[in-house]
């Protein structure tokens, strides 16, 4: 037998980990100065915590089905968990429980690998380390722009010169979708095409029997709105008439306040953004950057899902993939810190060796012992 690693986990090796772990360390000093504070959550949930959040997000109408499903099995104590597939549900799930007495609102920011069981596809990573923030008990527009304005400066942070964050609201394909067809599996079809960006599919979707004419048409086009301020008034122009303007004005007003306060990376409104996470209730969003297909970060406000863990406040926040913002910065240029020693020590006398090594270390330089 060769030894080898599943498929989807891999081993990191020294100059990829140094790199790995500055743009760990730049991202998570910027969480800092914006106030939100470290947290570590077990790597492994009760699998029904992971369920309880989910099927409360069923209500919101999102794409619940597109999400990969998570690692499960018995423990010891012949209890079904799951390696948990994001970190947002587990800090709801503290937030509510071992701060249950504490008032909010809470900001924290994390460091976390994920884990999502996928397909037997070549490249599909089953393993992958999430950088991101949750702030909790603050809702409105104020709170998703502090959110947003957070990620811009962590891809900054992380060293992309090149980065574009779309923008949109679940709120108004949510309310089109419930007026468009009572069948919930057109629901979940539909929405399924919208986190693929299939546009075709939409467009088949939306002209099937039973689908309210006036509704599917106004679904195939929001698909095709997006750009910049110009976007908000083209979504108004065709969702008012129907009603299903939800959320479209604090989306505005959140990316007004967002544009006065980036200066670096592209921020645009794209109304086809769709999770594969079934909670987010508002705001969605996701961050890309050229030559990397799929998006470097994404997130939202998740208003209901603390309330499946017993404490109904709003929330919202996002994560990035460290891997991808490394796929970026290649793509970007961008080369790796240099892992080899800053000073090698030999000495034909190993005490003298091992002091003149003590002395350096002790002045900050990375030392490596010579001599055989």
């Known amino acids: 037998m060769i030894p080898r690693t599943p498929r989807g986990f891999r081993d990191v090796l020294p100059t990829e980990a140094a790199w790995r772990k500055t743009i760990t360390q730049a991202v998570s000093t910027q969480f800092g100065l914006w106030g939100y504070l470290p947290l570590e959550t077990p790597a492994i ?202 959320d479209l004005e604090q989306l505005q007003r959140t990316y007004e306040l967002v544009e006065e306060n980036t200066h670096m990376g592209t921020l645009m409104v794209d109304f086809s953004i769709v999770s594969s996470f079934d909670y987010y209730t508002g705001l969605v969003f996701k961050a890309y950057a050229p030559e990397v297909p799929a998006s470097l970060a994404s997130g939202g406000r998740y208003d209901t899902t603390m309330a499946a863990f017993g404490r109904n406040e709003p929330a919202a926040g996002f994560a990035l993939g460290l891997e991808r913002v490394l796929a970026a910065l290649e793509a970007q240029g961008a080369t790796p810190p240099d892992v080899g020693p800053e000073q090698v020590v030999s000495d034909d006398d190993p005490k003298l060796m091992f002091a003149k090594a003590a002395q350096l270390r002790a002045q900050g330089v990375r030392v490596v012992l010579g001599g055989e």
């Not at 979940?188 to 599919?201: E, N, P, T």
């Open 45 to 246: 949930e009760l699998a029904d915590v992971i369920g309880m959040a989910s099927s409360l997000g069923k209500d919101s109408l999102q794409a619940h089905a597109a999400a990969e499903a998570p690692f499960r099995f018995f423990d010891s104590d012949s209890n079904l968990v799951a390696l948990r597939p994001d970190v947002t549900i587990p800090v709801a799930r503290v937030a509510a429980t071992r701060l249950r007495d504490e008032k909010g609102p809470f900001r924290f920011y994390y460091a976390q690998p994920v884990f999502a069981e996928r397909e037997s596809t070549y490249g599909q990573e089953r393993e992958f380390t999430q950088l991101g923030v949750e702030c909790i008990g603050k809702g409105g527009y104020v709170a998703d722009a502090e959110v947003l304005c957070v990620l811009f400066e962590a891809l900054q942070a992380a060293g992309l010169s090149t980065f574009t964050v779309a923008i949109g609201t679940v709120g108004v394909l949510n309310a089109l979708v419930r007026q468009a067809s009572d069948s919930p599996e057109w629901h979940d079809r539909i929405l399924q095409a919208f986190h693929k960006s299939d546009l075709v599919g939409i467009d088949l979707l939306t002209k099937e029997e039973g689908v309210k004419p006036a509704y599917g048409d106004a679904i195939a086009r929001l698909a095709r709105i997006r750009g910049g301020k110009e976007a908000f008034g083209a979504c108004a122009e065709l969702v008012a008439p129907l009603g299903c303007e939800s």
